[in-house]
């Protein structure tokens, strides 16, 4: 913690050095945090959906169509949830990842130090999309995995039915046993 003298208003009016450094790593570890707790988020969301799909996918063949449309309509707000919770989360860590760069750039010797660290070279990040992005699509394609699972009981019910007594079990390498 700085003490008062460095924490002090200088002669241009500017908060002194040491203190704006202590917003700054206070400012980027909220952002690490933020930053955190948007996996967090994201691997719990991925964890319920395909719990639910794999739910819907064994009881689409012996459940009647309410139950199918009821864990449909769950699996929908679940998805959309998803993505509202996504796209929160890289608002909030976005958010102070601009204030951070506020700081920075509205002090000449903060810039002029961060400015020189980034000329440096660096790693550069693989070709394709942002993993965040990846995530996002996930959650759009659950949402029509949601829509699809009643559509298709409804226009193929008896095809995924195990109560349809004309069934024919296909046996490999046999021509099928009736039921």
């Given amino acids: 913690m700085p003490d008062k003298k460095e924490a002090s208003v200088n002669m241009e009016g500017n908060i002194g050095l040491v203190y704006k450094f202590e ?5 980027l570890d909220i952002t690490e945090k ?9 691997r719990l969301l991925i964890t319920i ?5 794999a739910l819907a996918i064994s009881l689409v063949s012996i459940s009647d169509m309410y139950v199918v449309i009821i864990l449909s309509l769950f699996g929908i707000m679940s998805s959309l949830a998803w993505i509202q919770i996504l796209r929160t989360g ?3 860590a976005s958010r102070w990842r601009a204030d951070a760069k506020y700081l920075i750039d509205g002090d000449p010797v903060l810039a002029n130090y961060f400015h020189a660290a980034a000329k440096k070279p ?3 990040r693989p070709f394709g999309p942002k993993s965040s992005m990846c995530i996002m699509i996930m959650a759009y394609v659950s949402i029509l995995f949601w829509i699809s699972i009643p559509v298709i009981k409804y226009i193929w ?6 109560n349809n007594p004309s069934e024919v079990i296909a046996i490999p390498g046999e021509k099928g046993i009736e039921r």
């Fill in 23 to 27: 917003i700054l790593k206070t400012l």
């Fill in 34 to 42: 933020e930053s955190d707790r948007f996996w967090q988020r994201a």
């Fill in 49 to 53: 959906n395909s719990a639910l799909m």
């Fill in 90 to 92: 890289k608002y909030y």
């Fill in 122 to 124: 660096r790693i550069k």
């Fill in 157 to 162: 019910p008896g095809k995924y039915s195990i």
